[in-house]
């Protein structure tokens, strides 16, 4: 099994990071612009829905930990997204794991460096600077 991880630390409190992590509108904010939420679950479309990764919460522990099992998705399947946030003195910690991974291919690379790039949007929108969702709702590209 293959992991992802990031750490980075948010110059806001935990509830308002929490927010964004475990919440379909949150969501909007820094991962996708196209979230629905339907019986509990979050379902995020990608490239006109040609992508689809529905998420059901595994675990919910504001302000400081959630946890979503992905069901659907190329290699997402059975994987688990696991945010846990520790208050500092400047803010808050924010770590982040995309676990359970079957084998470390090239998709496995391109998704380590989406991660990257959507912590820094998760710190920008709770820092009050946000630069919107990632994946636009019809764009191809990002």
């Known amino acids: 099994m293959a992991d992802i991880r990031h750490s980075l630390q948010i110059a806001a409190p935990a509830d ?9 509108q949150g ?3 820094w991962w996708a612009a ?21 998420l059901r919460m595994l675990a919910a522990e504001p302000p400081a930990r ?31 794991t995309h676990a359970g991974w079957q084998a470390e291919t090239d998709y496995f690379v391109s998704c380590t460096t989406t991660w990257g790039e959507l912590m820094f949007r998760i710190k920008a929108a709770a820092e009050g600077h ?8 019809a764009s191809l590209a990002y």
């Open 16 to 24: 308002e990071i929490y927010a964004l992590i475990a919440t379909a």
């Open 27 to 29: 969501m909007t904010a």
């Open 34 to 54: 196209d979230v629905t939420e339907n019986e509990g679950k979050v379902e995020l479309g990608f490239f006109n829905r040609t992508t689809t990764y529905r």
């Open 66 to 96: 959630c946890e979503w099992l992905c069901e659907t998705g190329q290699e997402w399947t059975g994987t688990r997204l696991v945010f846990s946030l520790e208050a500092t003195k400047s803010g808050t910690l924010v770590k982040f």
């Open 130 to 137: 946000p630069r919107g969702p990632l994946f636009l709702a």
